[in-house]
């Protein structure tokens, strides 16, 4: 650990010039600045190249995590953690906070030996609108994450890599999973962990309409998030809302979290509206053969993401011949990280999957 070091980045950092994003490849490193660890550690924002939903370079912000004692020979394997819905404005960016941003177990990998790489997403800090919840966007981040840690020749990172994220970032492990053989073919990723996560957006999509019709009102926050930020990016119609909710999804945009609306904000489900059917579908993973192996941790009371959606999605990822685990758990939405025993659970899936133990699938034969 170095002394007197910042807790949080210098702002200015999260907006390289246009030229230094043209000019990066997919991984390589743009901008880095060492920030505050806690003894034994030692820790940076970087900020690195990635590609676009428009195919074109872009530029992301995260943290890097590593031990501070030198590696060995083959360094230190690597842990990418996906966080959670944080919101979509620039000050929504969890490495905004530091390492306040990233949870105290998964800060404890790399006591135990692992680097950890923490991206905030394309868009979310850096310039852009933050596409949330589209796969092929979280896959990449996530994905290119890894390889700027790897990139990091004072964090000692070794090749292999695995993905474990929440919520959210469940969501995006699962893409990052289906998008490394055709995205990132070099990089060595032997699994990936999503905890709680939209697996089936359509269904999610149709739980969330029927559940504010009824008044639990809190199951929109997410889906108004994610229209206002998909009319943003695709143009989609949001006419089937009520004006205070498409007020509320546009605000959204520019924030951690939607306006509250007091009524439902839907007029009609969107899942019936062909082009909306198609966003969700195209979104949800499980669309192409993965040849990593994944684990699904689901809780049966899951108040933001149901449960049967989740089942739902796993399903349709064991239809295509992958290779998934599902484990069901008691709780709520939170259970599947911070529920009794469950995170000695995905250290020791962690731990497996770098020791080369063979993978676990309850899909049927």
């Given at each position: 650990?170095?002394?007197?070091?910042?807790?949080?980045?210098?702002?200015?950092?999260?907006?390289p010039?246009?030229?230094?994003?043209?000019?990066?490849?997919?991984?390589?490193?743009?901008?880095?600045?060492?920030?505050?660890?806690s003894?034994?550690?030692?820790?940076?924002?970087?900020?690195?190249?990635?590609t676009?939903?428009d195919?074109?370079?872009?530029?992301?912000?995260?943290?890097?995590?590593?031990?501070?004692?030198?590696?060995?020979?083959?360094g230190?394997?690597v842990?990418?953690?996906?966080?959670?819905?944080?919101?979509?404005?620039?000050?929504?960016?969890?490495?905004?906070?530091?390492?306040?941003?990233?949870?105290a177990?998964?800060?404890?990998l790399?006591?135990?030996?692992?680097?950890v790489?923490?991206?905030?997403?394309?868009?979310?800090?850096t310039?852009?609108?933050?596409p949330?919840?589209?796969?092929?966007s979280?896959?990449r981040?996530?994905?290119?994450?890894?390889?700027?840690?790897?990139a990091?020749?004072?964090?000692?990172?070794?090749?292999?890599?695995?993905?474990?994220?929440?919520?959210?970032?469940?969501?995006?492990?699962?893409?990052?999973?289906?998008?490394?053989?055709?995205?990132?073919?070099?990089?060595?990723?032997?699994?990936?962990?999503?905890?709680?996560?939209?697996?089936?957006?359509?269904?999610?999509?149709?739980?969330?309409?029927?559940?504010?019709?009824?008044?639990?009102?809190?199951?929109?926050?997410?889906?108004?998030?994610?229209?206002?930020?998909?009319?943003?990016?695709?143009d989609?119609p949001?006419?089937?809302?009520?004006n205070?909710?498409?007020?509320s999804a546009?605000?959204?945009?520019?924030?951690?979290?939607?306006?509250?609306?007091?009524?439902?904000?839907?007029?009609r489900?969107p899942?019936?509206?062909?082009?909306w059917?198609?966003?969700?579908?195209?979104?949800?993973?499980?669309?192409?053969?993965?040849?990593?192996?994944?684990?699904?941790?689901?809780?049966?009371?899951?108040?933001?993401?149901?449960?049967?959606?989740?089942?739902?999605?796993?399903?349709a990822?064991?239809a295509?011949?992958?290779?998934v685990?599902?484990?069901?758990?008691?709780?709520?939405?939170s259970?599947?990280v911070?529920?009794?025993?469950?995170?000695?659970?995905?250290?020791?899936?962690?731990?497996?999957?770098?020791a080369?133990?063979?993978s676990?699938?309850?899909c049927?034969?």
């Amino acid at each position: 650990m170095v002394v007197g070091l910042p807790a949080v980045p210098d702002g200015a950092l999260y907006y390289p010039s246009a030229d230094a994003i043209a000019a990066a490849t997919p991984g390589q490193l743009i901008q880095t600045f060492e920030i505050k660890a806690s003894p034994g550690k030692r820790a940076w924002f970087v900020v690195y190249g990635s590609t676009g939903l428009d195919g074109k370079p872009v530029a992301v912000s995260g943290i890097v995590i590593a031990p501070e004692a030198a590696p060995g020979e083959s360094g230190y394997p690597v842990v990418a953690w996906a966080h959670g819905t944080t919101g979509i404005a620039d000050v929504c960016a969890p490495s905004k906070q530091g390492l306040n941003s990233i949870p105290a177990d998964v800060q404890d990998l790399v006591t135990q030996g692992y680097v950890v790489t923490a991206t905030d997403y394309e868009g979310l800090g850096t310039a852009g609108v933050h596409p949330y919840l589209i796969g092929i966007s979280e896959g990449r981040s996530v994905l290119d994450a890894i390889r700027a840690a790897q990139a990091l020749p004072e964090a000692g990172a070794a090749a292999e890599a695995v993905v474990i994220g929440h919520s959210q970032g469940g969501h995006a492990a699962l893409w990052s999973a289906e998008l490394a053989s055709s995205y990132a073919p070099g990089l060595a990723l032997l699994g990936a962990l999503a905890a709680s996560p939209p697996t089936d957006l359509l269904g999610w999509d149709t739980w969330a309409f029927h559940e504010a019709a009824v008044g639990a009102l809190y199951a929109a926050d997410a889906p108004l998030l994610l229209f206002g930020v998909w009319n943003a990016i695709y143009d989609a119609p949001l006419n089937f809302l009520t004006n205070a909710g498409r007020q509320s999804a546009v605000a959204g945009r520019d924030a951690c979290g939607p306006d509250p609306v007091s009524t439902t904000p839907y007029l009609r489900d969107p899942a019936e509206i062909p082009e909306w059917n198609n966003l969700l579908t195209r979104n949800s993973p499980g669309l192409a053969l993965t040849g990593v192996p994944m684990r699904v941790v689901s809780p049966k009371a899951d108040e933001a993401v149901q449960y049967d959606t989740q089942v739902d999605g796993v399903t349709a990822m064991c239809a295509i011949g992958d290779t998934v685990e599902l484990r069901s758990v008691e709780g709520d939405h939170s259970a599947s990280v911070q529920g009794p025993g469950a995170w000695s659970e995905i250290t020791a899936w962690i731990t497996d999957r770098f020791a080369g133990v063979e993978s676990v699938t309850t899909c049927a034969p």
